[in-house]
């Protein structure tokens, strides 16, 4: 709105000041046709950024040659095809025996100067080095809504939009491991196959409880995300020779546009997998989840609109449905939760990363809350234990 009514604001100086040169903006040069131009004159609405030499050298136009309306037209469309020009208006009018041309042109600004304010968590220059213009140049509403375009690329590219990366460091053991990466070279992949290595096996034996897909979000680069496509077409190719019997394998990649969809597990996670942590011991993913149905679906569900807020479609997540009907299958504790009563002093907390993210957007769920205080407690018990 507020570059419709400067366009507009615009449109009326310049019709404006073309009355006060005597000129009608729609008229047409009158019985001046063919007669020979004897004079041209170069007046500027605005400032003057573009030399009237310059001017004078784009049009077909010139003193000692006949008057055209062809002419001017085709003069008029060069000097917008230069880029520096904003609006043009050009007649011929009698002027003794011959015909006196003027050119009024209102040229864009010139910007000599881009400043980044704001920026904490990179570099002003890095951030500027996302804007494809250089200075000094005439303005160019275009190009500059590619560079701002680019800069939202740019922080989306490095995290999730909205999110203050610097307050969710406090979910991460060391945090300073993830400095010296670069976000462009790592993806998100979600663990939904539940997979474990029975402890009365060898170590190289991976059982698979739950059939289904990790699923990989693309990287920034296309050839990067393209060894993610070899590999996925790789394990989609491969047969395991069991029995006599060559078989596909049961778990597969998937790789998708959308770096949500791997966020898919988040509710899971929060639902499910940290919910086996109880006060005194660890139960059964299928207890946490149907224990108390409604209120798991009520904490799934948060998370869910969570991620929603965060840039993910509905599409990009899994309905509730579908995974209270998964996790019926799963009898034992989560991964995390047996860590935990084993004694670990360190887990994964995705529980308090989705807990700092909410609360950065004012959004709080009184059972992550208990969640979190219930693994916190189990943890500060390990350590004290392992001191």
């Known amino acids: 709105m507020k570059n419709l009514i400067s366009s507009l604001r615009f449109a009326a100086v310049f019709l404006s000041l073309a009355w006060a040169f005597g000129l009608s903006p729609g008229a047409r040069a009158q019985g001046v046709e063919g007669v020979t131009v004897t004079s041209i004159e170069v007046r500027y609405v605005g400032p003057e950024t573009v030399a009237k030499d310059r001017v004078l050298a784009n049009m077909r136009t010139k003193v000692g040659q006949p008057y055209s309306e062809t002419t001017v037209e085709d003069d008029i469309r060069t000097l917008y095809d230069t880029g520096k020009i904003q609006n043009v208006r050009i007649f011929g009018e009698p002027a003794g ?3 006196r041309v003027q ?5 864009r600004a010139l910007i000599t100067e881009i400043e980044i304010d704001g920026a904490t968590s990179f570099k002003a220059s890095k951030v500027r080095s996302q804007i494809k213009f ?3 140049s005439p303005s160019d509403a275009e190009k500059l809504e590619e560079g701002r375009q680019n800069i939202i690329d740019f922080y989306q590219r490095k995290g999730f939009p909205g999110v203050d990366v610097q307050r969710c460091r406090s979910a991460f053991t060391d945090p300073t491991v993830w400095d010296g990466f670069d976000p462009a070279t790592l993806t998100l992949c979600s663990p939904d196959p539940q997979a474990f290595r029975p402890p009365e096996d060898q170590v190289n034996v991976l059982q698979v409880r739950l059939p289904t897909n990790f699923k990989s979000a693309r990287f920034v680069s296309d050839a990067d995300t393209e060894i993610l496509r070899r590999l996925a077409a790789d ?5 395991f020779e069991t029995d006599g019997e060559r078989i596909e394998l049961p ?3 998937k790789v998708h546009e959308s770096v949500f969809v791997p966020l898919a597990k988040w509710s899971m996670l929060i639902a499910g997998n940290y919910r086996c942590v109880q006060k005194d011991a660890a139960r059964s993913i299928r207890d946490a ?5 409604e209120q798991t679906r009520a904490v799934y569900a948060w998370v869910f609109d969570l991620c929603v807020e965060l840039g993910a479609a509905p599409a990009d997540l899994v309905p509730f449905e579908k995974y209270a009907q998964a996790a019926d299958s799963l009898v034992t504790p989560s991964s995390a939760a047996r860590a935990l009563f084993a004694g670990a ?5 995705v529980d308090r990363l989705v807990q700092a993210i909410a609360a950065q957007r004012g959004k709080r769920n009184a059972v992550l809350d208990e969640t979190v205080a219930l693994v916190d407690a189990r943890l500060e ?3 004290r234990k392992a001191a």
């Open 289 to 293: 989840v149907h224990g108390d149905l």
């Open 381 to 383: 018990l390990n350590r």
């Open 97 to 99: 025996n011959g015909v």
């Open 251 to 253: 778990v597969k990649l």
């Open 235 to 239: 394990i989609e190719a491969a047969r």
């Open 134 to 136: 250089k200075v000094p």
């Open 345 to 349: 002093p360190y887990i994964e907390r």
């Open 103 to 107: 050119v009024i042109l209102a040229t």
